[in-house]
Nanobody, 127 residues
Framework: VQLQASGGGTAQSGGSLRLSCVGS????????VAWFRQAPGKEREGVAC???????RYSDAVKGRFTISRDNGKNTVYLHMSNLKAEDTAIYFC??????????????????????WGQGTQVTVSS
């Protein structure tokens, strides 16, 4: 099981970026996939997730600004980020795991339920 995030970069406050997460080594179409992020000196936190039936959950921090979607034909989950803020600066990771709100929002307790972590992709938002 492996998922690789890409598409990060530098954007200005208020700008947009689209991240991609490509999965391999498992039946991608049946897998729920989540995005997480980790800022320097902070704990990893859940951002958004999408189930195989396209049930979607977002953290309160990104709701209304980020959109998650998937293309099973390309084994890819996308995270479209708009109206970016300086506090969105972090390394963004994707992983396979349950798309349930309380699980997404409590990495400290439920992080072990996720697998396939890649190296992540850096997002930097300048103000």
């Amino acid at each position: 099981v492996q998922l690789q995030a890409s598409g990060g970069g530098t954007a200005q406050s208020g700008g947009s970026l689209r991240l991609s997460c490509v999965g391999s080594g498992f039946d991608f179409g049946w897998a729920p996939v989540a995005w997480f992020r980790q800022a320097p000196g902070k704990e990893r936190e859940g951002v958004a997730c999408i189930s195989s039936s396209e049930t979607i959950r977002y953290s309160d921090a990104v709701k209304g600004r980020f959109t998650i979607s998937r293309d099973n034909g390309k084994n890819t989950v996308y995270l479209h980020m708009s109206n970016l803020k300086a506090e969105d600066t972090a390394i963004y990771f994707c992983a396979r795991g349950p798309c349930i709100g309380p699980i997404l929002n409590n990495y400290r307790e439920y992080g072990s339920k996720f697998s396939g972590w890649g190296q992540g992709t850096q997002v930097t938002v300048s103000s």
